[in-house]
C-alpha cells in the first residue's frame, strides 16, 4: 500500500484538476487485492463455473474491482490485438434498475450489443420480416438475444462483466427468478463466455435456486473491514492513512487519530470512505481550508440512521455467507454419511453421534401394540413356596 505524497505541483492547480486527482486515486488495499486475485482466477480457469457471482456491500469498492480487472484483460490481451483485430477482450454492462416491476431484458441485451461495438442495433431485421420496432416486444427480445449471442460469438470476449446485478432480481415471483438465472445461464454456456454479476448481497438468493445454477456457478465475497479482527483494523488504519496523504492540501490532515469515527460512518467500507472524504475535500477547497479538519467530516458524513442500515446489511449478507455448522450436520445427514475425522469439526461430530445415539435409543424403547415389554421374571423362590 503506497504511502507517497500527492504531487506538490497539484497546489497550485485549479480546485476541479486536485478533486479530480484525488477521484481517481486508487488504494489497492489486502481485500481489493484478495478479491481481484480471485476473480481473475474464476474468470481464467473457470472450471466449468459459467457465472461468477461477486458479492459484498454496498460502497465496498465493487465498480473499482471491476475497472481494475477489465483494465488487466485489455493489457492482456494487447499481444494478440494486432492479429485478431475482431476480437473485444471484455465486455461491460450495467443492469438497469426497471422503471415497473420487471427487469428489463430487451434494454439489456441493447446495452449488450453497444458495448460489443455492434453496428445499426435499432435497425436489425428479425425473423419477422420487419424492423425491430414494429415486431412485437417478445419478438424483438428474442431476436435482440439471437444477436446477442452472434455478438458474443464473433468478439470472443474473455468475460462479460454484469454490474449492479442485483437489478437481476427485480421481478415479480421466485420462479421467474429462477427464470432470469437460467437465461443468463444458457447465454454463457451456449457462447463459452463467462458472465461475471456484481452486485450487493441481493443477489444471494440467486445463486442456489437449483442445483444446476448452484454447479455451474462461483461465489466471490468482497467483504468490508470488520473492527473485530485486529489485522481488519490495521489494513483500515493504512487506508485512512494513505487517503490523508492523498488529499491535495497545503496542510496533511490527521484522520489516522480519528479512525474509529471514520470506521463507524464507512462501516468498515473503503469506497464509502473514499466518498465520503470526496465531499469533505470539495468543500474544504471551495472555503480555502488549508486541510480537512474533523468539522468537515461530521458535517458531509451520512447520518446515524443511514450508516446503521448499511450496516444491517452488511451484516445480514455477511450471517448469509457464513458456513454454519448445523448445515454441515443436515448435509451429512443428508447423504447418510457416518461422522468421519475431516468431514466435519469435532463439534458437529459429536452432535452427529449424539442424535445416532438418542435416535437408536428411542427405537429400542418403543414396542408394538400388544407385545410384551422385554423385562427378566423372577424365578426359584414361587416354586419353592409352593413346594
Keep these: 500500500m503506497s504511502h507517497e505524497n500527492f504531487p506538490r505541483e497539484l497546489l497550485n492547480r485549479p480546485v476541479s484538476e486536485?478533486?479530480?486527482?484525488?477521484?481517481?486515486?486508487t488504494v489497492a488495499h489486502p481485500l481489493l487485492k484478495e478479491a481481484?486475485?480471485?476473480?481473475k482466477r474464476a474468470i481464467q480457469e473457470p472450471a466449468g463455473g459459467s457465472l461468477v457471482f461477486v458479492v459484498g456491500p454496498t460502497g465496498v469498492?465493487?465498480?473499482?474491482l471491476r475497472l481494475r480487472v477489465e483494465q488487466y484483460l485489455k493489457e492482456a490481451f494487447l499481444p494478440e490485438a494486432k492479429e485478431d483485430v475482431g476480437r473485444i477482450p471484455v465486455v461491460a454492462v450495467e443492469a438497469v434498475a426497471p422503471d415497473s416491476g420487471n427487469f428489463n431484458w430487451k434494454d439489456y441485451y441493447q446495452r449488450a450489443l453497444r458495448s460489443l461495438e455492434e453496428p445499426l442495433i435499432r435497425h436489425k431485421i428479425g425473423s419477422c420480416?420487419?424492423?425491430?420496432?414494429?415486431?412485437?416486444?417478445?419478438t424483438a427480445g428474442t431476436e435482440l438475444r439471437y444477436a446477442l449471442e452472434q455478438a458474443l460469438r464473433f468478439r470472443r470476449p474473455t468475460a462479460v462483466m454484469v454490474d449492479e446485478a442485483q437489478h437481476l432480481t427485480k421481478m415479480a415471483s421466485g420462479r421467474k427468478l429462477s427464470d432470469q438465472l437460467d437465461s443468463l445461464k444458457s447465454l454463457a454456456n451456449l457462447t463459452g463466455c463467462v458472465h461475471v454479476l456484481i452486485g450487493t448481497y441481493e443477489l444471494l438468493p440467486c445463486r442456489n435456486l437449483s442445483a444446476q445454477l448452484s454447479r455451474r456457478s462461483i461465489?466471490?465475497?468482497?467483504?468490508?473491514?470488520?473492527?473485530d479482527d485486529p489485522k481488519d483494523v490495521e489494513a483500515f488504519q493504512r487506508v485512512i492513512f494513505s487517503f490523508q496523504r492523498q488529499l491535495p492540501l497545503a496542510e496533511e490532515p490527521q484522520l489516522w487519530r480519528d479512525w474509529e469515527y471514520c470506521y463507524a460512518r464507512s462501516i468498515g467500507c473503503v469506497g464509502v470512505l473514499k466518498d465520503w472524504l470526496t465531499r469533505g475535500l470539495a468543500?474544504?477547497?471551495e472555503t480555502g481550508a488549508a486541510?480537512?479538519?474533523?468539522?468537515?467530516?461530521?458535517?458531509y458524513s451520512w447520518s446515524m440512521d443511514q450508516c446503521e442500515k448499511m450496516a444491517q446489511e452488511a451484516l445480514e449478507g455477511e450471517s448469509a455467507l457464513t458456513e454454519k455448522r448445523e448445515v454441515r450436520i443436515r448435509l451429512l445427514t443428508l447423504l447418510g454419511l457416518e461422522p468421519k475425522p475431516g468431514l466435519t469439526d469435532i463439534g458437529a461430530t459429536a452432535e452427529i453421534r449424539g442424535m445416532t445415539a438418542t435416535n437408536q435409543g428411542s427405537r429400542r424403547g418403543r414396542?408394538?401394540?400388544?407385545?410384551?415389554?422385554?423385562?427378566?421374571?423372577a424365578i426359584g423362590s414361587r416354586c419353592q413356596n409352593a413346594g
Design 283 to 285: 468543500a474544504a477547497l
Design 129 to 138: 420480416g420487419q424492423d425491430l420496432h414494429t415486431c412485437t416486444s417478445r
Design 367 to 377: 414396542s408394538r401394540v400388544g407385545e410384551r415389554s422385554p423385562v427378566r421374571d
Design 219 to 227: 461465489d466471490i465475497h468482497f467483504r468490508r473491514y470488520r473492527a
Design 18 to 25: 486536485r478533486l479530480a486527482y484525488f477521484r481517481s486515486y
Design 291 to 299: 486541510t480537512l479538519t474533523r468539522e468537515h467530516l461530521e458535517k
Design 61 to 64: 469498492g465493487k465498480t473499482t
Design 36 to 39: 481481484d486475485t480471485a476473480l
